[in-house]
Each structure stands twice: as structure tokens, then as C-alpha cells.
T-cell receptor, first 114, second 110 residues
């Protein structure tokens, strides 16, 4: 158990809908990262937050947004969902935001858009 | 940005044999190279990592080597066991941006 909690584990929704994925980092970790894993794309970095502030942005679509709250949990919001958004979404946390930080991953949320 | 290529995409070995997975990276500024193991239904788990000031690191049956000049690094698993079967990801990072390889599905046959 990595100590990173993601909910829900599975999510089934329809095209055009909006969903929210939730992540609780390991106790004491200030950084939260979101990754998307699909069969043909591997692990794609979406966005990172550090202590409530956006720190780095990857291949995140404009339809997606995230935030990190004062208690350090994070939410990833996906809107106007398309079939291609179906994927496994992982949250990871690390103690800080320095170079070479070890990432601890949650078990992921499997999103299916029908 | 960084681009990480990983080979092979699938690898099947007999129990007790060694397995080698190779990765190359493009950004010479990358200085941290972790390896993750992902079992079915679970998130990736860090198994070993190496920093750019080190050429090799070992942890029991697992070792990682880094060639900064050639910009490639490799994972070596010796005396493989069925429980080593999983998907393995390499990654390279500089600062906040960690990029992953596409993964290698390792199958260890009993």
C-alpha cells in the first residue's frame, strides 16, 4: 500500500458528461501529480500541484482541470467527456517538489466513457 | 521536452533466467531515472532508481545501469521468479517533469 488513496476505483459515464476524480496524498506529502494511462499512450503526465499551487503542466486538455485543497487532497475534473478520454487515471504524491523526487502512486481510477 | 523510449515492449523469460529492459532518453539535462513495476489492477510502484552521478546501482536481484554519454539506462533482473511478472516502466526527469517509457510487459514462465 503506497498510502495514496484514489476514489472512485471505477467510473462509467456517457459522452458529454463531467466527472471528478479524487486523490488523497500520503501523509506529509505536499506534491500531487496526475497521470493518464491508456493502452496506446502509456503514462502521460497531466499536471502537478505543490502545496495548493499549480507547479507544472503536461499534456492536459483544456477540458480538464485540477486543484489541490488546503488539506492537500486533489481533484481532477474532466468535462465534455469523449470516448477517447476512457483511461486509467493515476494520482501520485511526493514529499516536495525538488529534483529527483520519488513518486508514490495510488491504485488509479478506471474511467469508461460510453 | 524529454522523450523516453523503452524496449522491448514484451519480454518472456524462463524462471531463473535474467531479464534486461533498455531505455533511451533525449534530454541531456535529465538527472533522475526511476524504474516502476505495475502489477495488474495496481498503480506503478518504485522498485529502483538512479541519479546521474552514479553509473550503477544494485538492490538484491535488481540492478540499473546508466550511460549518460549515450543517454541510455537499463534494468537488469537476475534469477527471475514468477512474481516478477508485471509491466515495468522506466522514466527520466529533470525538475518537475517526469516522462515515462511506454512500458515492458515481462512474463516469467515457471
Amino acid at each position: 500500500d503506497s498510502g495514496v488513496t484514489q476514489t472512485p476505483k471505477h467510473l462509467i459515464t456517457a459522452t458529454g458528461q463531467r466527472v471528478t476524480l479524487r486523490c488523497s496524498p500520503r501523509s506529509g506529502d505536499l506534491s500531487v501529480y496526475w497521470y493518464q494511462q491508456s493502452l496506446d499512450q502509456g503514462l502521460q503526465f497531466l499536471i502537478q500541484y505543490y502545496n495548493g499551487e499549480e507547479r507544472a503542466k503536461g499534456n492536459i486538455l483544456e477540458r480538464f482541470s485540477a486543484q489541490q485543497f488546503p488539506d492537500l487532497h486533489s481533484e481532477l475534473n474532466l468535462s465534455s467527456l469523449e470516448l477517447g478520454d476512457s483511461a486509467l487515471y493515476f494520482c501520485a504524491s511526493s514529499p516536495s517538489t525538488g529534483i529527483g523526487e520519488k513518486l508514490f502512486f495510488g491504485s488509479g481510477t478506471q474511467l469508461s466513457v460510453l | 521536452g524529454e522523450n523516453v523510449e523503452q524496449h522491448p515492449s514484451t519480454l518472456s523469460v524462463q524462471e531463473g533466467d535474467s531479464a534486461v529492459i533498455k531505455c533511451t532518453y533525449s534530454d541531456s539535462a535529465s538527472n533522475y531515472f526511476p524504474w516502476y513495476k505495475q502489477e495488474l489492477g495496481k498503480g506503478p510502484q518504485l522498485i529502483i532508481d538512479i541519479r546521474s552521478n552514479v553509473g550503477e546501482k544494485k538492490d538484491q536481484r535488481i540492478a540499473v545501469t546508466l550511460n549518460k554519454t549515450a543517454k541510455h539506462f537499463s534494468l537488469h533482473i537476475t534469477e527471475t521468479q514468477p512474481e516478477d511478472s508485471a509491466v515495468y516502466f522506466c522514466a527520466a526527469s529533470y525538475g518537475n517533469d517526469m516522462r515515462f517509457g511506454a512500458g515492458t510487459r515481462l512474463t516469467v514462465k515457471p
